[in-house]
Nanobody, 128 residues
Framework: QVRLIESGGGLVQAGGSLRLSCAVSGGTLGLYAMGWFRQAPGKERELVAAIARTATNTYYADSVKGRFAISKNHAENTVYLQMNSLKPEDTAIYYC?????????????????????WGQGTQVTVSS
């Protein structure tokens, strides 16, 4: 059974940085396209960043471009989200997700319903 385990969330001041990790167990990271989503109170879950199976292609929401970076380490079976210059509006629960049905190795997955596995989420709080 595939499990995604997020870590690295916490409380940080505006302008600070955090690095989220998502460890994949029971599966091989190189077979999945991966994504990081977030959900703030009263808002819908939104895609923050996505990365293709071979990490040759990435996607970022406009709100995080230039500040966040998604990466994969296949040897560690872990995907990361480096978050810099954090803002109070980045406060949310962050979720990692894996798409095992993606066909092309360069394809990123943007639609939540296309993801097959989800982590439990990690809270990120940015104070002003």
């Amino acid at each position: 059974q595939v499990r995604l385990i997020e870590s690295g969330g916490g409380l940080v001041q505006a302008g600070g940085s955090l690095r989220l990790s998502c460890a994949v167990s029971g599966g091989t990271l190189g077979l999945y396209a991966m994504g990081w989503f977030r959900q703030a109170p009263g808002k819908e879950r939104e895609l923050v960043a996505a990365i293709a199976r071979t990490a040759t292609n990435t996607y970022y929401a406009d709100s995080v471009k230039g500040r966040f970076a998604i990466s994969k380490n296949h040897a560690e079976n872990t995907v990361y989200l480096q978050m810099n210059s954090l803002k109070p509006e980045d406060t949310a629960i962050y979720y990692c997700a894996a798409d095992r049905r993606v066909y092309y190795t360069f394809e990123v997955t943007k639609i939540p319903s296309d993801y097959d596995y989800w982590g439990q989420g990690t809270q990120v709080t940015v104070s002003s």
